[in-house]
């Protein structure tokens, strides 16, 4: 039975397909990788416990030296202690002996300044003693001396008083008796004035009275006759001169009429006169100024004749100059635009190719991320099926794509004959990378073109608008509304001396990278 049950075996063994035998070598490798796992896991855990148990034990062993170490360090610093304190214990008796043998001298000190003292104030009282007794005995004299002046000095002025009173009663008495004769002796001639002025007076006024009298009569006598004699001589003054006071009024009237043209013409010669020595300055004044100022006005005229003739001068050489200027420019402007005409063309065509080399791209190469050490995993026939492809996309792109897909042919037949193994993808370290990180750089060559085209795009957009700039400038200028100056001459001869720089600096770049480069350092000059 057990020859049979081997030979049964054998044929089911021989009777598994390749995919059969690939599951059950994953399921063994599955289950061989888990029972490794576990044994890890295992092998952790049994460390892990193996760790925890030496770190209580070494806690422990660490907790009890820490104890013993605490013990002997206490008893040495307690023996330590008890020396320190017998030391201080001495150095504290032999301190305190010198400070009673010090109190001791310093009492016996005391006692000796406190008997000094005592004598001291005893001297000093009886001293005090004397000098009261002194101050009393002088402060006595004082008093007894004072009394006997003052007494000699209340006599004395006692006398002087009285013989002062006594002189002013008799002198007081002599001016009364010398008021009273006067008084009585002015009395008496005030009296007889009075009397005489009396008796003169009346005798005036009698007097004023008849002289007024007669002189009243005698000058209205007087009045009457000269008023007679004045009407007489009046009416025949008036009757002798009645034409001619008329011929004088009239001869008045007309006096003040002419006396006020006078005035009027009087006052306009004046201010006539006064007009023409103004003018007169005036003219003279304005006549040197005028003088000065047309001599300097002759001088800038000359000055601008000459400065007209010299910006003419160079207005002439500067048209001249710009002339040629602007042929040079019109020559260079063709030869960038040619230029840029190339440069397009040159991108055109890249892209072209790189549109032809994604269509040629292998699925694997989609796959892989896009890095050269990706690649080292591949076949080498894929390899030279990779670099047959490309040979073939540049070949097709010059005309000879029949050459090129005979040689992609025998590239995939050399391929599939040989015997082709799954690649194995690897990071940049070397490692291998799993299938489902397959894609996880897939975007970074598309995310490159995509730039290199927008890249280019917007090149492309900003030469046009430069050279439609250029374009209006230029045409600007030949019809007359560019200003020929010295700023617009300086910004031709500045793009000039650029575009022979840019024509002589810019090459054909063989891939997108150079011509990026290229058209980033490439500068043109607006207008």
């Not at 057990?2 to 075996?9: F, I, L, N, R, T």
């Not at 009757?239 to 003040?256: L, P």
């Not at 690649?375 to 670099?387: E, F």
């Not at 730039?451 to 209006?472: C, G, N, T």
Request: charged share 35%; hydrophobic share 35%; net charge positive.
């Amino acid at each position: 039975m057990a020859p049979k049950k081997g030979k049964k075996a054998k044929k089911d063994a021989k009777e598994l397909s390749p995919e059969e035998k690939k599951a059950k070598a994953e399921a063994l490798a599955i289950k061989a990788e888990e029972a490794r796992k576990k044994k890890i896991a295992a092998v952790k855990a049994r460390v892990q416990h193996l760790k925890d148990v030496e770190e209580k034990y070494s806690n422990e062993n660490m907790q009890k030296i820490h104890d013993k170490w605490r013990k002997i360090m206490r008893t040495a610093k307690t023996k330590e202690l008890h020396k320190d304190i017998e030391i201080f214990s001495e150095c504290y008796d032999c301190e305190v002996k010198r400070k009673d043998g010090s109190i001791a001298i310093l009492m016996r000190h005391l006692l000796e300044a406190e008997q000094q003292r005592d004598l001291a104030f005893s001297k000093h009282l009886e001293i005090l003693n004397q000098l009261m007794s002194l101050h009393n005995t002088r402060m006595k004299d004082m008093e007894t001396e004072f009394q006997d002046n003052a007494q000699k000095f209340e006599q004395s002025f006692k006398q002087e008083s009285e013989h002062i009173r006594t002189a002013h009663e008799r002198q007081k008495k002599e001016l009364h008796d010398m008021i009273h004769a006067m008084e009585n002796e002015c009395k008496e001639a005030e009296n007889e004035l009075r009397q005489e002025f009396e008796a003169s007076r009346e005798e005036i006024k009698n007097k004023n009275t008849e002289e007024y009298n007669v002189l009243k009569i005698s000058l209205e006598r007087s009045i009457e006759d000269l008023e007679c004699k004045i009407e007489e001589t009046h009416q025949a003054y008036l009757e002798s001169t009645d034409s001619k006071t008329q011929a004088f009024k009239r001869m008045m009237e007309k006096d003040k009429v002419t006396a006020r043209l006078i005035e009027q013409r009087m006052r306009k010669l004046l201010h006539l006169h006064e007009s023409i020595a103004y003018r007169r300055a005036k003219i003279a004044t304005d006549s040197r100024e005028w003088e000065s100022r047309n001599k300097a006005l002759r001088e800038q005229k000359d000055g601008m004749n000459k400065h007209y003739q010299g910006l003419k001068r160079k207005i002439s050489k500067l048209r001249s100059q710009a002339h040629q200027d602007l042929k040079a420019v019109s020559n260079l402007s063709d030869d960038v635009q040619a230029d840029l005409q190339k440069k397009l063309d040159m991108a055109g065509t890249i892209l072209k190719l790189g549109q032809l080399n994604s269509k040629l791209e292998l699925e694997q190469e989609r796959v892989f991320p896009f890095d050269p050490l990706h690649l080292s995993s591949l076949h080498p026939s894929v390899m030279n099926m990779r670099s047959f492809k490309l040979n073939c996309a540049t070949n097709q792109a010059r005309g000879h794509a029949q050459e090129c897909c005979r040689v992609v042919d025998t590239a995939s037949d050399t391929c599939s004959s040989d015997s082709y193994h799954a690649p194995i993808v690897t990071d940049e370290l070397g490692k291998e990378v799993e299938e489902f990180d397959y894609l996880s750089k897939f975007h970074c060559k598309y995310n490159k073109v995509l730039l290199d085209k927008m890249a280019l795009e917007k090149q492309k957009k900003e030469l046009a608008v430069q050279v439609d700039k250029l374009k209006f400038s230029l045409k600007g200028y030949v019809e007359g509304f560019a200003a020929c100056n010295d700023e617009t001459m300086k910004k031709l001869k500045l793009y000039m001396n650029e575009a022979n720089d840019h024509l002589k600096a810019t090459t054909m770049p063989s891939n997108i990278d150079c011509l990026m480069r290229a058209m980033r350092q490439t500068t043109v000059i607006t207008s």
